[in-house]
């Protein structure tokens, strides 16, 4: 069956520019996850959706973040008056359960210029 | 806080070798930890999920160990091969606050040299 996408796969953007991030989980995924991965490094939590609340947004780095999944299937993360420091690889995962693994996405590649 | 630490950062070995990769982590208060394999520029593969009640799972040349009491998982590849060359992670979910999301390792970059 078709797994996580995400769109688009590589962004620039010039610093201050306003960005938006799509991502489509797997069919009937309850759960869904948004990561940022700065280079080298292992991913890091940014936001979780259950269905179409947002029940943990701890890893959001500031208020110029923020994401929405309105319908409970289909994600968006907006990223404000973007910042070089923003540049990083951005993952969307989804989950059906809580004791079941969480599925990747390909991830959208962002550098800020 | 959970810290997660993968040891070592990097591994280069001659094909046919069998090797571990090592995962630590500071709370034990988990639900599962999941290894994962990332190609260059690509997204996040699953190889195998252990849930905090098990010890040990397999899919074909790798094997992963768990003991939760310890904190430390071990991802074992047997017969290595120059298609396994990749990044390795590994990730925690955590029981209580914050349960859903992964904590990740750093990863440890494989090269498995023909």
């Known amino acids: 069956g078709a797994g996580v996408s995400q769109s688009p796969r590589y962004k620039v953007a010039k610093r201050g520019q306003d960005v938006a991030l799509r991502c489509d989980p797997i069919s009937g995924h309850v759960s869904l996850f948004w990561y940022q991965q700065a280079l080298g490094q292992g991913p890091e939590f940014l936001t979780y959706f259950q269905n179409e609340a947002q029940l943990d947004k701890s890893g959001l780095p500031s208020d110029r973040f923020f994401a929405e999944r309105p319908e409970g299937s289909v994600s968006t993360l907006k990223i404000q008056r973007t910042q070089q420091e923003d540049s990083a690889v951005y993952l969307c995962?989804?989950?059906?359960?809580?004791?079941?693994?969480?599925?990747f996405g390909p991830g959208t590649r962002l550098t800020v210029t | 806080k959970q810290e997660v630490t993968q040891i070592p950062a990097a591994l280069s070995v001659p094909e046919g070798e069998n090797l571990v990769l090592n995962c630590s982590f500071t709370d034990s208060a988990i639900y599962n930890l999941q290894w994962f394999r990332q190609d260059p520029g690509k997204g996040l593969t699953s190889l195998l999920l252990?849930?905090?009640?098990?010890r040990e799972q397999t899919s074909g040349r790798l094997n992963a160990s768990l003991d939760k009491s310890s904190g430390r998982s071990t991802l074992y590849i047997a017969a290595s091969q120059p298609g396994d060359s990749a990044t390795y992670l590994c990730a925690v979910r955590q029981e209580g606050q914050g349960a859903q999301k992964l904590v990740f390792g750093q990863g440890t970059r494989l090269t498995i040299n023909p």
């Open positions: 252990i849930q905090s009640s098990q």
């Open positions: 995962a989804s989950s059906p359960t809580l004791v079941s693994g969480q599925y």
